[in-house]
Each structure stands twice: as C-alpha cells, then as structure tokens.
Nanobody, 123 residues
C-alpha cells in the first residue's frame, strides 16, 4: 500500500467540477499539514490548498472560492473539491503530507507525496 494515493482525476469541460480524493496510511498522521499541489512547470509544483493540523485552511489566489479542501480523519481521506474549472487548471495534482510551503516546490521532494492524478479541463 502506498502511503498516499490520489484518485478522481479526469477530463472535464470548463465550468465543470471534479472531486479529487487522497487516501493512505500517511493521512493518519494528524500532526502534519496536508496539502494539494499541482505541477506548473517542469518539475515545479505549486500549492493549491492546504489544511494544517489545527484545521486552518489556505488556498492559492488562483483557486480561492472555487476549490475547497476537506479532510475526513475517520476515513483517512483528503479531498479537493474543484468547481468552476478552467483550462488553466489542467495539470497533474498531487496530495502531500508534511510540506509547509505555500508557494512553489520541487514536485515529490520532501515529505510524503502521492503518485499524482491528471486533471484536464477543455474549453
């Protein structure tokens, strides 16, 4: 079993919605910040949404009011609700644990990362 695994990616038209799910035993580590990142250029990933151990949530400006992060501790699952999707949201999305960076990081470096799931938004 992978420590983190994403699901729910796919293709959708602009304006549509998707829900990404992250699952895995790493999510039981409630002392770590959990986050969703997406690949932006080369091997760089940018934080999309994060949830701190105390429940505080943070979002990148580009997704505020459209994306929502949610954690279900009973199920060991992390969700990213994506609404009003735009073509520029097209990317590979990763869930990560133990990364406290709100900007750009090297994808899958440090902390614990999933394998990623592709989201494609067509215009």
């Amino acid at each position: 079993e992978f420590p983190l695994a994403e699901s729910g990616g796919g293709s959708v038209q602009a304006g549509g919605s998707l829900i990404l799910t992250c699952s895995g035993p790493e999510l039981a580590n409630t002392a770590r910040t959990k986050a969703w990142y997406r690949r932006v250029q080369g091997n760089e990933c940018r934080m999309v949404a994060s949830i701190a151990p105390g429940g505080n949530k943070d979002y990148s400006d580009s997704v505020k009011a459209r994306f929502f992060i949610q954690q279900d501790n009973a199920k060991n699952e992390l969700y990213l609700h994506m609404n009003s999707l735009k073509p520029e949201d097209t990317s590979v999305y990763y869930c990560a644990s133990g990364i406290v960076v709100t900007g750009t990081v090297t994808c899958r470096f440090g902390g614990v990362w999933g394998q990623g799931t592709q989201v494609t938004v067509s215009s």
